[in-house]
Nanobody
């Protein structure tokens, strides 16, 4: 099986930076896409940014120009550099990985999620 572990969340003042990390470990054949999603209290989970194994990125309009997603394919690690944070960025941030991953019955294409890391931006 595959585990996703996020880290780097915390409390930061508005305008400040924060860097999130996510490591995928376990039975991994290949990871095609990784991404960050977030969910604020009382709201649905939304896409923040994604990146393919080839480095193609996609960002939500609300974070373009402020957040940068990157990954280290060799280490199955994903990063999110967040700058110029705003109070509305406050949310639980979740890491997602899609690819050919191991299960109890063999490898197949699926996606896995981490447990989330909380980011709180104070005004």
């Amino acid at each position: 099986q595959v585990q996703i572990l996020e880290s780097g969340g915390g409390l930061v003042q508005a305008g400040g930076p924060l860097r999130l990390s996510c490591v995928a470990s376990g039975s991994i054949f290949s990871i095609s896409s990784m991404g960050w999603y977030r969910q604020a209290p009382g709201k649905q989970r939304e896409l923040v940014a994604t990146i393919t194994s080839g480095g193609t990125t996609n960002y939500a309009d609300s974070v373009k120009g402020r957040f940068t997603i990157s990954r280290d394919n060799a280490k199955n690690t994903l990063y999110l550099q967040m700058n110029s944070l705003k109070p509305e960025d406050t949310a639980a941030y979740y890491c997602n990985a899609e690819g050919i991953l191991g299960t109890a019955t063999g490898y197949r294409y699926l996606e896995v999620w981490g447990q989330g890391t909380l980011v709180t931006v104070s005004s």
